[in-house]
């Protein structure tokens, strides 16, 4: 079935470095593809998002590119903060019997140390 | 704009018992929702999609007669656990999307724990 595979698991990072988070997707028929922060006991949030039709999109800190040829798509953060320390999700649409839904891969925790 | 309060937040309910899950779009119009949930240090797992007026489409695996989901607005989805137990406990998660627009946006979340 459809799947969405995430890497790394956990990531430790100084605050000031940058951290990569990478996904691979199995359909190449997704054409969007959304990150979520989840912080302890709360439901996720919305970061970034991309289009199949773009290669890369920004916003401030926060960059997301995408190699549809590849099938994968990575999370960039640059100049890290301790309030970035969260889970963060990458995500595919699929088709399913009731339409689209959304699949996620299995999280990264991310630790940013001051 | 784009709100989803879920409530309750957090439930306790004895073994046997039913517990009903709130997902509410606060500040649009919601033609589709989405049920997840979330073991701990786990990822979201699909559970069912319902398009607002139709029966939901359960994911394989998921018994649609235990989980009871209802989507008779554009604004509220309910999820019912029937009959609990200890094994369903688990963070239950909505997410609405409004119209063909992709993004999904997502309740807080409700912990259930079934004693």
Known sequence: ????????????VQEGDSAVIKCTYSDSASNYFPWYKQELGKGPQLIIDIRSNVGEKKDQRIAVTLNKTAKHFSLHITETQPEDSAVYFCAAFFLNQAGTALIFGKGTTLSVSS | GAVVSQHPSRVICKSGTSVKIECRSLDFQATTM??????PKQSLMLMATSNEGSKATYEQGVEKDKFLINHASLTLSTLTVTSAHPEDSS?????????????LFFGSGTQLSVL
Do not use: D
């Not at chain 2, 963070?91 to 993004?103: H, L, V």
């Open chain 2, 34 to 39: 989405f049920w997840y949930r979330q073991f």
């Open chain 2, 91 to 103: 963070f239950y998660i909505c997410s609405a999307r409004r119209g063909g627009n992709e993004k």
């Open chain 1, 1 to 12: 079935g459809e799947n969405v595979e995430q890497h790394p698991s956990t990531l430790s």
